[in-house]
């Protein structure tokens, strides 16, 4: 198994808080997904990492923010959590695009 | 631009019979095109890819999938279904211009005896 964990794996957290979430990749790859994951709706791309300090959004990234600042950390941050954010969170890595993702065990965040 | 559509979102087939799970992408560059499945409770991980060597891909546990360029669609495919096939099935496109991927709702497979 590719060597990616994520961290907490689970989180009950309440409105208008902070909340961190942590991937952290051993295989030294270039780049770094953080995707939710919701009934009907698949994982949609929040933001993604093509290199340290390098980011970009996803198709979903309003009410989120990204730091990369060591290869092997990506750090996904709700500013002030919603409701709305209550998912399920997976970060997965790649050593280039058209190869396949590597996914994280996932981590399961309760919004009150 | 790119998008997935993945038709029907759960599927349904007796043990030893035939699975078919559709998936039509649209992109702006020539695709890589990948197959993922994902059991309960766990993250997803990969059945298969096309990379444009070869339009019939063979991936693990049985599975393969047929790129078709004209009908833009990567339909992934088993002879004979096990019980251990139930999970939930994701096709995704990758962008390698952009470096990142865009994943179809997915399709439930439910396998029964």
């Known amino acids: 198994d590719a060597g990616i964990t994520q961290s907490p794996r689970h989180k009950v957290t309440e409105t208008g808080t902070p909340v961190t979430l942590r991937c952290h990749q051993t295989e030294n790859h270039r780049y770094m997904y953080w995707y939710r994951q919701d009934p009907g709706h698949g994982l949609r791309l929040i933001h993604y990492s093509y290199g340290v300090k390098d980011t970009d959004k996803g198709e979903v990234s309003d009410g989120y923010s990204v730091s990369r600042s060591k290869t092997e950390d990506f750090l996904l941050t709700l500013e002030s959590a919603t409701s709305s954010q209550t998912s399920v969170y997976f970060c997965?890595?790649?050593?280039?695009?058209?190869?396949?993702?590597?996914f994280g065990p996932g981590t399961r965040l309760t919004v009150l | 631009a790119q998008s997935v559509t993945q038709l029907g979102s759960h599927v349904s087939v007796s043990e030893g019979a035939l699975v078919l799970l559709r998936c039509n992408y649209s992109s702006s560059v020539p695709p890589y095109l990948f197959w993922y499945v994902q059991y309960p409770n766990q993250g997803l991980q990969l059945l298969l890819k096309?990379?444009?060597?070869?339009?019939l891909v063979k991936g693990i546990n049985g599975f393969e999938a047929e790129f078709k360029k004209s009908e833009t669609s990567f339909h992934l495919t088993k002879p004979s279904a096990h019980m251990s096939d139930a999970a939930e099935y994701f096709c995704a496109v990758t962008n390698t211009n952009a470096g990142k991927s865009t994943f179809g709702d997915g399709t439930t497979l439910t396998v029964k005896p």
């Open positions: 096309y990379t444009s060597a070869a339009t």
């Open positions: 997965a890595i790649s050593g280039v695009p058209s190869n396949e993702q590597f």
